[in-house]
């Protein structure tokens, strides 16, 4: 079975940038979708992008468009998430999952544990 592993989280300022990666072990990753959702303390988790297996197309929630980007290396089994211009909305546990595309969680079959990412006023 594969199993996603995320990393890169942390503690930063707002307006400062990090980069998520997750990394699939296992079974390759490059026939699926592959989304980045984030769950804040008492809210749902939200959709944040994805990425196509081709990696031509990207899609994004209104809340971080023009400000994160997904991207993948399929050769490395690795999705990445560069956030730019944080703010402390975007405090959350990010999490990455394969599926079959989409912005709902149901689409989603495989899911990694989640890194914080907390931005500080």
């Known amino acids: 079975q594969v199993q996603l592993i995320e990393s890169g989280g942390g503690l930063v300022q707002a307006g400062e940038s990090l980069r998520l990666s997750c990394v699939a072990s296992g079974r390759t990753i490059s026939g699926y979708f592959m989304g980045w959702f984030r769950q804040a303390p008492g809210k749902e988790r939200e959709f944040v992008g994805a990425?196509?297996?081709?990696?031509?197309?990207?899609y994004y929630a209104d809340s971080v468009k023009g400000r994160f980007t997904i991207s993948r290396d399929n050769a490395k089994k690795t999705v990445y998430l560069q956030m730019n211009s944080l703010r402390p909305d975007d405090t959350a546990v990010y999490f990455c999952?394969?599926?079959?595309?989409?912005?709902?969680?149901?689409?989603?079959?495989?899911w990694g544990q989640g890194t914080q990412v907390t931005v500080s006023t």
């Open positions: 990425i196509s297996p081709s990696t031509t197309t990207t």
């Open positions: 999952a394969r599926g079959f595309g989409g912005r709902s969680t149901s689409a989603y079959d495989v």
